[in-house]
């Protein structure tokens, strides 16, 4: 590092605080081990390849035991039960509640047992200070989710307001103790990675959404900023019905700002950017997954044009880095980063 040029870490809070920094910051959620392991052979987790690759921050969860249930199912503390699939995360296939009773009933588990934090206090030990260290906490959506499946879920959504009432307050008591205990181990950003969207639009009516989810969305984010935490939404999707409850809710940036869904990184930097940074958006469904290295290049430089521009932007896929992802196609978003990514921003 020059001695003009930042840590990632402060490139990072730069950019979430919507000011310029050296350069466009970039990390990923997830990067496939099958891209890994074609990158950097041998490579043994997500965070060694986030370091050897020069990403600006790694990442880390608050830990949870899982018990095998079946041939590649397990079950989670939580109580949901998870298949293996062929990316890194399972889908959730079994759910435990299903009533108002069943919640009365529910006991979630004891979040506050200090070895569910041990790999965060290791990330803040060897990064703080240098790469920024993001945890993955939730909001409103996925841990009501988690707990009565999707399905169940968006019928209760039209037929058991109370349930759903009931379920996203508990997500949200749920959530601000874990972040109390990630800020108290020196942790400065959180995310959240519950999909409001597809690609046609919200899963729910906006009048839904702001009846059920965005006063929830804004308890919980305050939460988070009492405690010192900058919050990262991630939603993937059409948000355009409900983009500008997300924006009230306070939250410091959004995430991925799908291309596939519609929405336009220029457009929505143009709306909301003097309110949040934006983290996006280069398209890994189709182009990173069937394009040419050119063309992921071409993109780069779009997103870039239109993200970069008076800061508060990080450059991302417009979701993860999945299996199918070409590593040649991530490379080459990369090297245009490095090209074209210090400011000030000349293209």
């Known amino acids: 590092m020059t001695n003009d040029e930042l840590s990632s870490e402060e490139r990072i809070l730069r950019a979430l605080r919507r000011q310029e920094p050296d350069r466009v910051p970039h990390f990923e959620w997830v990067v496939d081990k099958k891209v890994r392991s074609a990158l950097l052979p041998g490579c043994a987790s997500h965070t060694e390849f986030a370091v050897r690759m020069g990403h600006d921050a790694v990442l880390a969860e608050v830990s949870f035991l899982r018990e095998r249930v079946g041939p590649g199912t397990w079950k989670t503390e939580w109580g949901y039960v998870v298949q293996d699939s062929e990316e890194e995360h399972g889908i959730e296939i079994e759910s435990p509640l299903r009533s108002l009773e069943d919640l009365d009933r529910y006991s979630p588990p004891h979040l506050q047992e200090r070895w569910r934090y041990e790999a965060i206090e290791k990330a ?110 991630h939603t993937d999707g059409n948000l355009w019905p409900i983009i500008d409850m997300i924006v009230d809710s306070g939250i410091d940036c959004l995430d991925p700002i799908d291309p596939m869904a519609g929405m336009d990184l220029g457009e929505v930097k143009a709306k909301y950017g003097s309110r949040i940074a934006l983290k996006g958006n280069v398209d890994c469904s189709r182009l990173m997954t069937f394009g040419s290295p050119v063309e992921v290049e071409r993109a780069t430089m779009d997103a870039l044009r239109k993200g970069a521009p008076g800061g508060g932007y990080i450059l991302s896929s417009s979701n993860s880095i999945h299996s199918s992802v070409k590593p040649e196609n991530y490379m080459a978003m990369l090297r245009t980063l490095a090209e074209h990514g210090r400011y000030p921003i000349r293209l």
Not at 175 to 194: F, P, Q, S
Request: glycine share 8%; proline share 4%.
């Open 124 to 233: 803040v030990e060897l990064f703080a200070g240098k790469k920024a260290v993001i945890v993955h906490l939730n909001d409103v959506f996925s841990l009501p989710r988690y707990f009565l499946g999707y399905e169940n879920l968006l019928m209760a959504i039209a037929a058991d307001t109370q349930l759903v009432r009931a379920l996203v307050d508990m997500s949200v008591e749920l959530n601000l103790v874990m972040a109390r205990e990630v800020a108290a181990r020196g942790v400065k950003i959180v995310y959240t990675g519950d999909d409001y969207a597809g690609e046609s639009g919200p899963l729910m009516s906006p009048s839904h959404f702001r009846e059920l989810f965005a006063p929830a969305l804004s308890r919980v984010v305050a939460g988070f900023k009492e405690l010192g935490l900058l919050a990262i939404k």
